[in-house]
């Protein structure tokens, strides 16, 4: 069963969902037969990459909310955080484009290192002091060498503009067609969604559900055609 995550490193309750999921997941007793696919989701496409500023000041101007507000509800985030054990800086983070990270998260797929990319990601823009945006480039190389990527191939990569960006505007141009218009978006076998950061227990539901409705093959065959198989292949007899 492969389950797909459309998210964006900027978003906190990716974060949090991505540990919710997990949580569920690993309690799950198929979890071995699970692919997780994560996938390209910006919250602010339009950003110019250089267009950096604190996270209050970013919520502020889009929400409309006053100051306090913005902080108490990254107060509550960090509580949220808190409780799925992870770590959150409620003050002094900052906001930024995402798009390289997504073209590096692709890359990342390609060598079967994307999971262990997101999540430092993650950790780097919602717990560190340091920034995942106002470092440029060599803070992703940094990050992506400890997901366990070559660095000078991220450099490459990071120093393309192209590279790997069709594949982020395609999951984007899929997330709108199943409906996503707000992450993370979880979806099974292509057949369930499950939109937010949900308990644990929604996610395990929501496993469980697709899991036991997987459609069997449906083979069609007329008994006469040749194959192969562990014992070898049918040779046509001559009469």
Same mark, same amino acid.
């Given at each position: %069963?492969?389950?797909?995550?459309?998210?964006?490193? =900027?978003?906190?309750?990716?974060?949090?969902?991505?540990?919710?999921?997990?949580? =569920? &997941? *690993?309690?799950?007793?198929?979890?071995?037969?699970?692919?997780?696919?994560?996938? +390209?989701?910006?919250?602010?496409?339009?950003?110019?990459?250089?267009?950096?500023?604190?996270?209050?000041?970013?919520?502020?101007?889009?929400?409309? %909310?006053?100051?306090?507000?913005?902080?108490?509800?990254?107060?509550?985030?960090?509580?949220?955080? !808190?409780?799925?054990?992870? =770590?959150?800086?409620?003050?002094?983070? $900052?906001?930024?484009?995402?798009?390289? %990270?997504?073209?590096?998260?692709?890359?990342?797929?390609?060598?079967? *290192?994307?999971?262990?990319?997101?999540?430092? &990601?993650?950790?780097?823009?919602?717990?560190?002091?340091?920034?995942?945006?106002?470092?440029?480039?060599?803070?992703?190389?940094?990050?992506?060498?400890?997901?366990?990527?070559?660095?000078?191939?991220?450099?490459?990569?990071?120093? $393309?503009?192209?590279?790997?960006?069709?594949?982020?505007?395609?999951?984007?141009?899929? !997330?709108?067609?199943?409906? !996503?218009?707000?992450?993370?978006?979880?979806?099974?076998?292509? *057949?369930?969604?499950? +939109?937010?950061?949900?308990?644990?227990?929604?996610? =395990? #539901?929501?496993?469980? #559900?697709?899991?036991?409705?997987? +459609?069997?093959?449906?083979?069609?065959?007329?008994?006469?055609?040749?194959?192969?198989?562990?014992?070898?292949?049918?040779?046509?007899? #001559?009469?």
């Amino acid at each position: %069963m492969r389950v797909e995550i459309w998210s964006d490193i =900027a978003c906190p309750w990716c974060y949090v969902g991505k540990a919710r999921f997990e949580k =569920a &997941l *690993k309690a799950f007793p198929h979890h071995d037969e699970v692919e997780v696919v994560h996938r +390209s989701f910006e919250l602010d496409p339009g950003r110019a990459k250089n267009d950096i500023q604190p996270v209050l000041t970013m919520l502020t101007k889009k929400y409309g %909310m006053s100051e306090a507000q913005a902080q108490a509800g990254e107060e509550n985030l960090g509580t949220q955080a !808190a409780a799925e054990g992870l =770590a959150y800086r409620t003050r002094g983070r $900052d906001h930024g484009n995402t798009f390289d %990270m997504h073209r590096l998260l692709h890359f990342a797929k390609e060598r079967g *290192k994307q999971d262990e990319l997101i999540q430092i &990601l993650y950790r780097a823009n919602f717990a560190e002091e340091r920034s995942v945006f106002a470092e440029g480039e060599e803070r992703l190389v940094e990050l992506a060498v400890e997901a366990g990527l070559d660095g000078d191939a991220a450099r490459t990569v990071l120093a $393309d503009p192209a590279a790997y960006a069709d594949e982020v505007r395609a999951d984007e141009r899929e !997330a709108a067609q199943l409906g !996503a218009n707000g992450v993370p978006f979880f979806v099974l076998d292509r *057949k369930y969604g499950v +939109s937010g950061a949900q308990p644990a227990e929604v996610f =395990a #539901q929501a496993l469980t #559900q697709a899991w036991g409705e997987r +459609s069997p093959l449906k083979l069609i065959d007329d008994g006469g055609a040749q194959a192969c198989g562990p014992d070898g292949c049918a040779v046509p007899q #001559q009469g």
